[in-house]
């Protein structure tokens, strides 16, 4: 993971393959992985994988956030793992035998990262779907559930950049931290409500950051991926 760019997570949030392989051409040499979500993997399923992979060697991450009964996760994510890709995601709500049962099912083949919560909620959105009202700050849940993660055996979580000091802190560096939610400055207002700039989430302490709508909306998405690459690199430094 030398080069800042490795650490950039480009989502392949499109509708069909052929516009995804477009994007993988363009970021090939800018962003070190390519996720593949629901979107693309509804409509094209496990040969979405085997495309991208034909063309690049950036990592592969098969972003399903399975959450489901353990013994029917488990039997998708041995599916998964025959894939060849870097890593995938479990929904930490289902709770530790599911999370257990996922890492067993991966047979060690990639890697399981627990989604805590969502960046597209805010601490409101968790009372109303009838947590706990002493969440009102997200990162008391966030690091109730990564510690869960942890001991049920995944190598890292998903979380907001605002998390990702908290996670690094209490479970350790060696704890992988991907932080989706990220928005360079002055980015008009969209889903997302937990947000962090390329900077603050490596800053904070993450060690991939997932960056969608800036660099494919961008005018030239190769330098909006060199850009945020110098951010990275600019935060690294600044944390040594």
């Known amino acids: 993971m030398a080069h800042p760019k490795n650490r950039i997570i480009f989502p392949l949030d499109v509708p069909d393959l052929d516009e995804a ?13 390519f996720k593949i979500g629901l979107e693309l993997f509804v409509k094209s399923g496990p040969r979405a994988v085997g495309a991208v992979k034909e063309r690049t060697d950036a990592a592969i ?29 479990v929904h930490t709500e289902g709770g530790s035998a599911l999370m257990r049962a996922v890492v067993e099912g991966s047979g060690g083949k990639t890697k399981v990262l627990g989604v805590t919560v ?17 969440y009102k700050d997200a990162s008391e849940l966030v690091a109730a559930r990564a510690r869960l993660a942890r001991n049920a055996g995944c190598a890292g979580i ?38 962090t700039t390329p900077y603050e989430a490596i800053y904070n302490g993450a060690d ?11 005018p030239d998405p190769r330098k909006a991926a060199s850009l945020i690459a110098e951010e990275i690199g600019k935060a690294l430094k600044d944390r040594a």
């Open 158 to 195: 998903v979380c907001s950049g605002l998390e990702a000091g908290l996670v690094k802190k209490k479970l350790g560096k060696d704890f992988l931290v991907v932080t989706p939610g990220i928005r360079p400055k002055d980015s008009p207002p969209d889903d997302q409500k937990r947000l």
């Open 61 to 89: 991450f098969l972003d399903m956030k399975f959450h489901d009964i353990p013994e029917t996760v488990k039997g998708a994510i041995r599916s998964a793992s025959t894939l060849g890709v870097e890593f995938v995601t």
């Open 21 to 33: 392989l477009e994007f993988v051409e363009i970021l090939k040499d800018d962003v070190g992985v």
């Open 118 to 134: 969502l960046t597209s909620l805010s601490s409101v959105d968790l009372v109303e779907a009838g947590f706990d009202p002493k």
């Open 208 to 218: 991939y950051i997932v960056v969608g709508r800036p660099i494919r909306n961008a």
